[in-house]
């Protein structure tokens, strides 16, 4: 894998705050959107992207971007979860994405947690990403313990979408968002799925993620950060804040 220094494909921005990074990736998202004629975004959820999603709505509502072409597909969502539960991802997306943007919600695609064979859901899942051409950009966020979708340390780079079991720190963090009693698994894109993307952008804030940041541009390639598996990825733009950026030391 070529080192992240060595890799022209990966790009490091750093904002002065936040709102600026999300801003800045929001431009990103709404450039590619309205540059493609048929866009595929590969889209997620959680606390990080919420800044995003809300200047993608702003931008719509000022006709600066139109999503009624797009198509889109997240990255994961939980195991035994209804897509009416409003803990689902899919819930979060109709809140954030559909509701707020001109996109149509059948083009909103997102892993379905209470199939009932959910290996079967998860080729399905891949073979609709392929017959929508692939993802054309691809959102990422990253946990503090390095994972990108669910793929949690010790993930193989070869994993395809899969169910994953989250790791204890990933319930701890999703806490607030999640039911009582919380579920334990997610039916997530693999890193290989996330690594077909053409292009990604990663945004992280926050000094929580520094850590996870540093491993992932500056540590070894390894399974225990799996977000470490975007150094061999040829276009990758990460986009941080001073917070996230704080444990960096390459400049
Ligand atoms: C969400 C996802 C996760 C989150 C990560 C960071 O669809 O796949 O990888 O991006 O857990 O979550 P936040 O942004 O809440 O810190």
Redesign the pocket.
């Known amino acids: 894998m070529t080192p992240p220094h060595e890799n022209p494909g990966l790009r490091v921005w750093v904002a002065d705050d936040a709102a600026a990074a999300a801003a800045h990736v929001a431009d990103v998202v709404a450039r590619f959107v309205n540059e493609t004629e048929r866009p595929v975004l590969g889209?997620?959820?959680?606390?990080?992207?919420l800044a995003v999603y809300a200047k993608l709505a702003e931008r719509r509502a000022a006709s600066a971007v139109s999503f009624q072409n797009a198509v889109s597909f997240?990255?994961?969502e939980y195991v035994g979860l209804d897509a009416r539960s409003p803990h689902s991802?899919a819930a979060y997306m109709r809140r954030h994405f559909v509701d707020a943007t001109d996109v149509f919600s059948g083009n909103v695609h997102v892993p379905n947690g209470r199939a009932q064979d959910l290996a079967g859901e998860a080729r399905a899942y891949e073979a609709r990403i392929k017959a929508a051409g692939g993802i054309g950009l691809q959102l990422?966020?990253?946990?503090?313990n390095g994972?990108?979708?669910?793929n949690e340390p010790g993930t193989p780079f070869d994993a395809r979408t899969h169910v994953a079991t989250l790791a204890p720190e990933?319930l701890h963090?999703?806490r607030g968002d999640l039911p009582d009693p919380p579920p334990r698994q997610a039916l997530?894109m693999g890193i290989a799925t996330i690594l077909e993307a053409r292009a990604i952008v990663l945004l992280a804030t926050g000094a929580a993620?520094a850590e996870a940041v540093r491993a992932c541009l500056e540590g070894e390639p390894d399974v225990a950060c799996p977000a470490s598996a975007l150094q061999g990825h040829p276009d990758v733009l990460v986009v941080l804040d001073r917070g996230a950026a704080s444990l960096l030391t390459r400049g």
């Open positions: 889209l997620a959820t959680g606390r990080t992207p997240n990255l994961d991802f990422l966020s990253i946990g503090a994972h990108i979708g669910f990933t963090a999703n997530t993620k």
